[in-house]
């Protein structure tokens, strides 16, 4: 496909000049708030897919009607259960802030490598043990790991699980070929850990290391640069700039990669099916319903990706965006998880719907890690009334190991 990035700055077309679906417009001005907006966001989006996540689009019309799923319902024993998707995302950022911990307690460490522990720790929750002895530092497992659900086993992807139980050392890429979404769908916290950091520097670092941490994994280059991609986007919400903004910023990182052409075909047509619609031709749930499959189903990296991206961008507030992201044949929750951690990052908690918070399983742990990674990760942003970095405490919560 012939890259075109004529309009990859995301123009203001199918907005009106009253700002009507101003969805470029950073909604969300409070810091805390959209940090807790993302991890909660991609929770609820997660929850709300799990149910479908196996089911075509025609099967999920009879059984819930023409508008499809809008609220939770029973799975796994429950409602507002969350998957392997939000599970490897707390553990993504438990890993982020262990690195953190790390650094200033022994003065030495890698992201990459401490995660790729958290990981493992993720592997036993699964009932599986790594083929190496690489698990050290039980006696102090960190405040996330005993959680009940996190014990849970809610449909882990096959490629995490063989991955993890095949790593040789701490850090490892993967030794596959796979692309899938396991990869992306984890690494909203990485763009957390650089939020408020948004030199061209920083962003491509942002960029780096979510492809690195997507490849302890997924070996193909289209799952890493997807989880690129995803990771400046939240880097950039989290900030506070614009959509629009942040995606340009994020394909001009892409089209840097020499193996970008999957990922960068993905996205632009994503982006130029959101921008089909000018002014105030509001497109009806049957347009959306066609473009969405247009860009596949989400099992891939580039079309889980493609899919959130669309959704984010023709969304009129998060609940319309997220049920648009999981109604569809493919892997609902990955892609429900994916646009609400986005668009968590815009309106922040408060946008919300409070019947979908109040019955998310886990949602005071999903607060809490949320602003542990603002207290401890963010530039600049550290609180004097929580514990600093290097306390004691701080080490119990988050062993550097």
């Known amino acids: 496909m012939t890259e075109r990035l004529a309009f990859h700055g995301v123009s203001n077309n199918n907005f009106d000049e009253k ?26 989006g997660d929850a709300l897919g799990a149910p479908i996540e196996f089911m075509t689009r025609r099967e999920i019309v009879r059984r ?25 995302t707390l553990f993504t950022a438990d890993g982020v802030i262990r ?45 996330l790991y005993p959680l009940p659900a996190l014990h849970a086993r809610r449909a882990p992807g096959n490629t995490c699980l063989s991955a993890l139980k ?5 850090g490892d890429p993967a030794r596959n070929n796979s692309k899938g979404c396991g990869g992306v769908m984890r690494v909203a916290p990485i763009g957390l850990w650089m939020a408020g950091r948004t030199t061209p520097a920083d962003t491509e670092l942002c960029f780096k290391v979510a492809c690195d941490i997507a490849g302890l994994t997924h070996g193909h280059p289209t799952g890493q640069l997807s989880a690129g991609v995803m990771a400046v986007l939240v880097q950039l919400l989290a900030s506070g700039e614009t959509l629009g903004s942040a995606l340009s910023t994020a394909v001009e990182i892409l089209r840097q990669h020499p193996d970008r052409r ?78 609400g951690n986005l668009l968590g990052c815009i309106w922040g908690q408060t946008g919300i719907p409070v019947r979908w918070l109040a019955d998310l399983e886990m949602r005071d742990e999903i607060e809490r890690v949320a602003k ?27 062993p550097g190991y």
């Open 262 to 339: 999957e990922t960068m075909a993905a996205v632009e047509t994503a982006m130029s099916l959101a921008e089909d619609f000018p002014g105030m031709d509001m497109p009806t749930e049957s347009e959306h319903v066609r473009d969405i499959k247009k860009l596949g189903e989400g099992w891939v990296a580039e079309e889980a990706l493609a899919i959130s991206i669309y959704c984010a961008m023709v969304a009129v507030d998060f609940e319309h965006g997220v049920c648009l992201s999981v109604n569809h044949s493919g892997d609902s929750d990955s892609t429900g998880s994916m646009t």
């Open 372 to 398: 542990d990674l603002r207290h401890f990760v963010s530039a600049d942003w550290n609180e004097a009334t929580e514990p600093t970095i290097d306390a004691d405490e701080t080490w119990q919560r988050y």
């Open 99 to 143: 690195s953190a911990v790390r650094d200033e307690h022994k003065g030495i460490t890698t992201v990459e490598g401490v995660t790729a522990h958290a990981y493992l720790r993720w592997l036993l929750t699964q009932g599986e043990r790594p083929d190496n002895d690489l698990v050290f530092g039980m006696e102090i497992p960190g405040w």
């Open 19 to 44: 700002g009507e679906r101003q969805m470029k417009d950073q909604l969300a001005t409070d810091v805390t708030d959209r940090f807790i907006g993302c991890l909660l966001g991609g929770a609820v």
């Open 64 to 88: 819930f009607g023409p508008s499809g799923v809008r609220d939770y319902v029973p799975v796994y024993g429950g409602i507002g259960r969350i998957t392997d998707d939000t599970q490897m």
């Open 166 to 170: 095949a790593m040789r050392h701490l």
